[in-house]
Structure formats: C-alpha cells, structure tokens
T-cell receptor, first 111, second 113 residues
C-alpha cells in the first residue's frame, strides 16, 4: 500500500457524460500527478499540481481538467466523454518532484 | 518534449537467469530515471531510481546503469524468480519545476520456473 488513495475504483458511464475522479496523496506529499493508462498508449502523464498550483502539463485534453484543494486532495474532471477515454487513471504523489508513489487507480469504462 | 523508448517489449527468461531491459531518452535535460514494476491490475510500484549524478545504483538483485552521454539507461535483474514476472516501465523527467515524466512503453517480463 503506497498511502495514495483513489476513488472510485471503477466507473462505468456513457459517451457525452462527465465524471470526477478523486485522489488523496500520501500524508505530507505536496505534489499530485495524474496519469492515463490505456492498452495501446502505456502510461501518459496528464498534469501535476504542487501545493495547490498547476506545476506541469502533459498530454491532457481540453475536455479534461484538474485541481488540487487546500487539503491537498485532487480531482480530475473528464467531460464530453468518448469511447477512447476508457482507461485506467492513476494518481501519484510525492513530497516534491520525486520519487512518485502511485495510487490503486480508477478504471473508467465509457459505453 | 521528452521521448522514451524501451526494449524489448517482451522478455522471457528461465528462473535464475538475468534479465536486462534498456531505455533511451531524447531530452538531454532529463536528470531523474525511475523504474516501475506493474503486476496485472495493480498500481505501478517504484523499484529503483537513479539521478544523473551517478552512473550506477544497486539494490539487492536489481541494478540500474545510466549513460548520460549516450542517453540510455538499463535495468538489470539477477537471479530472477517467478514473482519478478510483471510489466516493467522506465521513465525520465527533468524534475524540479518541470516534472513532465515520460514513460517507456513497458516490457512484459516472464520468468519461467
């Protein structure tokens, strides 16, 4: 157990819908990262927050957004969902920039 | 941006043999190189990492080597065991203030008993 928690574990929704994934970092970690893992794309970095501020941006679509709250938990919002958004979404956390410890992931299925 | 290539995509070894996985990266400013092990349906777990100021790091049966000039780094697992079977990912990032970590595509390692 890495100490990073994610909810929900599984999410099934329809195309066009909007969902919110939640992540709580390890105690004391200030950075939160979001990754997408699909079968044909491997692990794709989406976005990083550090102590409430956006720190780095990767291959995050405009339909996706994230934020980190004062208590350091983070939410990833996915809207106008498409079939291709079906994937495992991982959150990771670290004290500063590294190393990163991953949560158990949220499996999103878009039907 | 950073591009990380990982080889081979699959690797099968006999228990007790060594396994080597290689990665190359494109961004010369990258200075942090972790390796993750991911078992089926589980989270990636950090198994070892190396920073650009060292050329080699070892932790029991696992070692990582880094060649900054050639921009490649490798994971070495000795005396492999069936429980080493998993997908291994390498990654590279600049770290500090620009942490856009890029992962390799992964290597599926199978250790046959």
């Amino acid at each position: 157990d890495s100490g990073v928690t994610q909810t929900p574990k599984h999410l099934i929704t329809a195309t066009g819908q909007r969902v919110t994934l939640r992540c709580s970092p390890r105690s004391g970690d200030l950075s939160v990262y979001w990754y997408q893992q699909s079968l044909d794309q491997g692990l794709q970095f989406l976005i990083q927050y550090y102590n409430g501020e956006e720190r780095a941006k990767g291959n995050i679509l405009e339909r996706f957004s994230a934020q980190q709250f004062p208590d350091l938990h983070s939410e990833l919002n996915l809207s106008s969902l498409e079939l291709g958004d079906s994937a495992l979404y991982f959150c990771a956390s670290s004290v500063h920039d590294y190393p990163q410890y991953f949560g158990p992931g949220t499996r999103l299925t878009v039907l | 941006g950073e591009n990380v290539e990982q080889h081979p995509s699959t690797l099968s070894v006999q228990e007790g043999d060594s396994a080597v996985i290689k990665c190359t990266y494109s961004d010369s400013a990258s200075n942090y190189f972790p390796w993750y092990k991911q078992e089926l349906g589980k989270r990636p777990q950090l198994i070892i990492d190396i920073r650009s100021n060292v050329g080699e790091k070892k932790d029991q049966r696992i070692a990582v080597t880094l060649n900054k000039t050639a921009k490649h780094f490798s994971l070495h697992i000795t005396e492999t065991q069936p429980e080493d079977s998993a997908v291994y990912f390498c990654a590279a990032s600049r770290g500090y203030n620009n942490n856009d970590m890029r992962f390799g595509a992964g290597t599926r390692l199978t250790v046959k008993p």
